[in-house]
Structures are given as C-alpha cells and as structure tokens.
C-alpha cells in the first residue's frame, strides 16, 4: 500500500507548472461562466467527471490487440467507477440551492472544452498501446484540477464536512486509478514500444 501511495504521489509531483497554471485558468473561466455563483467549482468537477467518464468508456469500446481483454476491463471498471462519482458531486452542487450548476448547455459546452484539452496532441486514430497513455493523462489532470477545486472551496468556506469527505474518497479512489494505469503502462512497455510523447509521464 506505501508504495502504491509513494508511486502515484510521485506521479502527481511531477506535474508540470505549466499543466497547473492550464488547469487554474480553465477553472476560474469556467466558473465566471456561472457567474461565480457559490459553489460553482463543484459545477466545473460534475464537467471534468463527465468527460473522464467519456474517455474511459470510449476506450473500453476502441480497445484492440494483444491486451484488448484486460484493456477491455479496466476502462469498464474506470468508467464505471466515475459515473458513480457524478452524480453525487451533482446533487452536493445542486443542494447548495442553485440548480443552474448542472445547467446541460453549460454543462456539454464545458464537457467538450475539457475533452478538447484531454486529447490535445494525440493522434485521432492512436496505436492500442495509446489508449492507456490518455487515459493515464486524462486521470493525471483530472487530480490535479481536484486538488484546485478543493483548495478553492476550502478557500470560500464553502467545504462542508460532507463534500470535504466526497471529494476525499474521490481522490482516493482517482488515486487507485492512477496506480492501476501505471502498472498497465509498465507492463506494456516492456512488451512493446512506448507511446508518444503525448503520454502522461
């Protein structure tokens, strides 16, 4: 358990300042977007969970090859884990009182600019082995835009005790994923040839 911890945080670590300052940015326009209403960034996470929703499930579709089984799985258990997750940051935003935060319009126009960002650089039709890399990536900035979101509610007073314990659980179990991607990327690479240079680490 230590050394899956000390792995991924390792991982996180070595983010760069400029992925940081990208995910920053994204967060405050996307929560002028709701007029900075109170609690707005659980608005932007129930965005960032539903396209890492969409990037895990669409690789479980496009997995092929000599690791299509295990592939296949994994994006299903990633997927499905993050589904779950959505639903209960959108109802924490939606208590709060303002159920614009789960406006669709605003909520598919957000979805999609942090799909675009997810996939920047990567080929449009990537080798088997690339589907791990993005979604390694995809979880990679999905932790670090968690981190932000927190920091800020716990900013503004506005992190109760019950969604400081769901974005908490959160983390743990995107950390989980970050390790079971890692692992994944290991045993390929000693396989195979490694992804581009648009993989996460």
Same mark, same amino acid.
């Given at each position: 358990?230590q050394?899956k ?8 670590n070595k983010v760069?300042?400029e992925?940081v300052a990208?995910?920053q /940015?994204?967060?405050?326009a996307m929560? /002028?977007?709701y007029?900075h209403?109170?609690m707005s960034e659980?608005a932007v996470?129930?965005? @960032?969970l !539903?396209?890492l929703?969409?990037v895990h499930?669409? *690789?479980h ?5 000599? *690791? @299509?089984?295990g592939?296949h799985? %994994?994006?299903?258990r990633l997927?499905?884990n993050?589904s #779950?997750e959505i $639903?209960g940051v959108a109802?924490?935003?939606? #208590?709060?009182?303002? *159920? ?8 598919? /126009? *957000?979805?999609?600019?942090i799909m675009?960002?997810?996939y920047r $650089?990567?080929?449009v ?7 791990v890399?993005?979604?390694? !990536?995809a979880e990679l ?6 981190? %932000?979101? @927190?920091a !800020?509610?716990?900013?503004s #007073?506005?992190l109760?005790l019950?969604? $400081?314990n769901q974005?908490?659980g959160i983390?743990d179990?995107h950390e989980e994923?970050? @390790? %079971?991607l890692?692992?994944?990327?290991g045993?390929?690479?000693?396989? #195979?040839?490694?992804p $581009?240079?648009?993989?996460?680490t």
């Amino acid at each position: 358990m230590q050394s899956k911890n000390a792995s991924v945080k390792a991982m996180i670590n070595k983010v760069s300042n400029e992925l940081v300052a990208e995910a920053q /940015a994204m967060l405050e326009a996307m929560s /002028a977007d709701y007029g900075h209403l109170k609690m707005s960034e659980l608005a932007v996470l129930v965005a @960032y969970l !539903r396209a890492l929703s969409t990037v895990h499930q669409t *690789h479980h579709w496009q997995t092929r090859g000599g *690791h @299509y089984y295990g592939d296949h799985l %994994l994006f299903e258990r990633l997927y499905s884990n993050v589904s #779950g997750e959505i $639903d209960g940051v959108a109802e924490k935003a939606i #208590g709060t009182g303002q *159920h614009l935060l789960v406006q669709p319009i605003m909520q598919t /126009a *957000h979805l999609g600019q942090i799909m675009k960002c997810l996939y920047r $650089d990567a080929p449009v039709d990537p080798d088997p082995q690339g589907y791990v890399a993005l979604s390694l !990536r995809a979880e990679l900035c999905f932790m670090v835009f968690l981190q %932000l979101v @927190y920091a !800020r509610l716990q900013a503004s #007073g506005g992190l109760s005790l019950g969604i $400081d314990n769901q974005l908490q659980g959160i983390a743990d179990k995107h950390e989980e994923n970050l @390790y %079971l991607l890692r692992q994944r990327m290991g045993s390929r690479q000693a396989s #195979g040839p490694k992804p $581009d240079a648009w993989k996460a680490t």
